[in-house]
């Protein structure tokens, strides 16, 4: 425990730089008496890679840092809701 430190300033400003935008559209078909919807979605359109954990192993050079994260990504989603 005697080697803890802290995060640097620099590290902690970084959580507020945070951008997110996730867009997606839908669309919703009948098909013989069935109802159905289809959903595309783009996750992070920004491709940003935003930190979502803070390093908290204390032998880890980083520690105190954030980490982690998801770029951009699309996601299909086939939905079935039943007849008509």
Avoid: H, W
């Avoid at 069935?34 to 940003?48: A, H, P």
């Avoid at 935003?50 to 980083?62: E, F, Q, S, T, Y």
């Amino acid at each position: 425990m005697g080697n803890f430190r802290p995060a640097k300033c620099t590290e902690f400003v970084a959580l507020f730089a945070y951008v997110s935008l996730n867009l997606g559209i839908e669309k919703k078909l009948e098909f013989r008496g069935y109802l159905c919807s289809v959903r595309l979605k783009v996750v992070s359109i920004f491709g940003r890679q935003n930190p979502d954990i803070v390093v908290n192993n204390l032998d880890a050079p980083k520690l105190g840092a954030f980490a982690g994260g998801q770029g951009r990504a699309l996601s299909l989603r086939v939905r079935f809701a039943g007849r008509r």
